[in-house]
């Protein structure tokens, strides 16, 4: 159980462009989805908590016109990065938790390497 | 502000010993605690949590927690050059879900 995939898992695509990321809780409904994002050689960064059927919370210093973020239904939260620039090029993981009722264990997704060229 | 401490490291252990990854963390009221291992270049993977003070075992793995003294860690023993990797502490700390992550202890086990 709690098997968390992420697609694509790699992409690279012209600055200006939009880019989107699924995440996707494949054995249980996750009432929370959280996305992340990584640099080389840094910590985890949360760039967003996304309930389904809400608005996502995002993170001191984050864009939210930028990091377009949907949880439409409880297997499946999307990330948009909206006109990427070489900067946003990075490591972005999703979690999901809510696993028999337990928001606080997350269960991470393999993780989509983007950049932006 | 809610913090999780770990020592960066690298530490290095020979294959076959015990590695023992430490965190402490700042908010009183922390419940429970995650550890995760990050390979390089993959996402975190959930080792343990631990609720309750005291010893959690799994396998080659125990968590420790010692709510007085505010730490946790995690020990590994019969320590494999397959278990080199980061060890990520969380907490989601007091009334939140978000879970606030130390930065990671990298650990390499020398064949």
């Known amino acids: 159980g709690a098997v968390v995939s992420q697609h694509p898992s790699r992409v690279i695509c012209k600055s200006g462009t939009s880019v989107k990321i699924e995440c996707r809780s494949l054995d249980f409904q996750a009432t929370t989805m959280f996305w992340y994002r990584q640099f080389p050689k840094q910590s985890l960064m949360l760039m967003a908590t996304s309930n389904e059927g809400s608005k996502a919370t995002y993170e001191q210093g984050v864009e939210k016109d930028k990091f377009l973020i949907n949880h439409a239904s409880l297997t499946l939260s999307t990330l948009t990065v909206t006109s990427a620039h070489p900067e946003d090029s990075s490591f972005y993981i999703c979690s999901a938790s809510g696993l028999a009722g337990d928001q606080e264990t997350q269960y991470f997704g393999p993780g989509t390497r983007l950049l932006v060229l | 502000q809610k913090e999780v401490e770990q020592n960066s490291g690298p530490l290095s252990v020979p294959e076959g010993a015990i590695a023992s990854l430490n965190c402490t963390y700042s908010?009183?009221?922390?419940?429970?605690f995650f550890w995760y291992r990050q390979y390089s270049g993959k996402s975190p993977e959930l080792i343990m949590f631990?609720?309750?003070?005291g010893d959690k075992e799994d396998g080659r793995f125990t968590a420790q927690l010692n709510k007085a003294s505010q730490y946790v860690s995690l020990l590994i023993r019969d320590s494999q050059p397959s278990d080199s990797a980061t060890y990520l502490c969380a907490s989601p700390g007091t009334g939140s879900y978000k879970l606030i992550f130390g930065s990671g202890t990298r650990l390499l086990v020398r064949p």
């Open positions: 631990i609720y309750s003070n």
């Open positions: 908010d009183r009221g922390s419940q429970s």
